[in-house]
């Protein structure tokens, strides 16, 4: 069973019930702390490719190219979870490349304004 929509319904809860909880119990969350956390739940379950493409979107949406690997690494995470169908090791294969040295690689040209 798949719950679609769910990475945008997750986003809102966190943001408008758990984020608003923890700091009424005085925990400190900054503000690029919770902008990070709502940007891996929101994007968790994105398909990607290995074209430039997806990079360069979620750097347009303020991300920085950590911060993208680092989605990259919780989508192989999340895609493990999963039972381990073809196209599911696929989503892996992507992401594990999109988090090393591949994606190095992409970032680079689109410094470079390829």
Sequence with gaps: MHYYGHPLRSME???D???PELLAKGEEISEDEQRRLLYYVCYHDDRMSLRMK???Q???LGAS???FQNLMKLQV???KAHVLLPIVLQRIDIC????????QKLYQDIMAGK
């Design 58 to 60: 979620h750097l347009k």
């Design 65 to 67: 190219f950590q911060e």
């Design 96 to 103: 594990e490349q999109l988090s090393g040295e591949y994606a």
């Design 77 to 79: 995470a999340d895609a």
């Design 13 to 15: 809860i966190t943001r």
């Design 17 to 19: 019930e758990i984020i």
């Design 54 to 56: 997806h990079l360069r």
